[in-house]
C-alpha cells in the first residue's frame, strides 16, 4: 500500500489550493480516503473523510471551504481548499479509510500566510 500526497504550498489568506493523494498497492474503490492536518505543535486531526461510495463527512472549521472528492479510475483522491485561512496552515496527510489506519501518505506542507 502506497499513498502519496502532493499539492502543498505557500498561499496568502483567501487563496485557494488543491491536494492530491495518488494511491497503489490496494483496491483504492473499496475503501475510503480520508484528509488529516497537524498543525505546529499540534495533534493531526481529520479535516475530511470520504466513503468508498462517496459518501463525505467534514470537520465544522472547513465546512464550506473544503471539498473531498475521488476519482477511483486514477485511484486518487482530492482536497479542494478555498478561502484559506491562517490556522488552516500545517502538513496535510491521507490515510485510507473512512475510519483511521496505520496507511499514511508522507504530508504535503501547506503554509496559509496573513
Known amino acids: 500500500v502506497q499513498l502519496q500526497a502532493s499539492g502543498g504550498g505557500l498561499v496568502q489568506a483567501g487563496g485557494s489550493l488543491r491536494l492530491s493523494c495518488a494511491t497503489s498497492g490496494y483496491m483504492f474503490r473499496d475503501f475510503g480516503m480520508g484528509w488529516y492536518r497537524q498543525a505546529p505543535g499540534k495533534q493531526r486531526e481529520l479535516d475530511a473523510r470520504i466513503s468508498s461510495l462517496g459518501g463525505t463527512n467534514y470537520a465544522d472549521s472547513v465546512k464550506g471551504r473544503f471539498a473531498i472528492s475521488r476519482d477511483n479510475a486514477e485511484k486518487t483522491v482530492y482536497l479542494q481548499m478555498n478561502s484559506l485561512k491562517p490556522e488552516d496552515t500545517g502538513v496535510y496527510y491521507c490515510?485510507?479509510?473512512?475510519?483511521?489506519?496505520?496507511?499514511w501518505g508522507q504530508g504535503t506542507l501547506v503554509t496559509v500566510s496573513s
Open positions: 490515510n485510507r479509510g473512512w475510519t483511521i489506519s496505520a496507511y
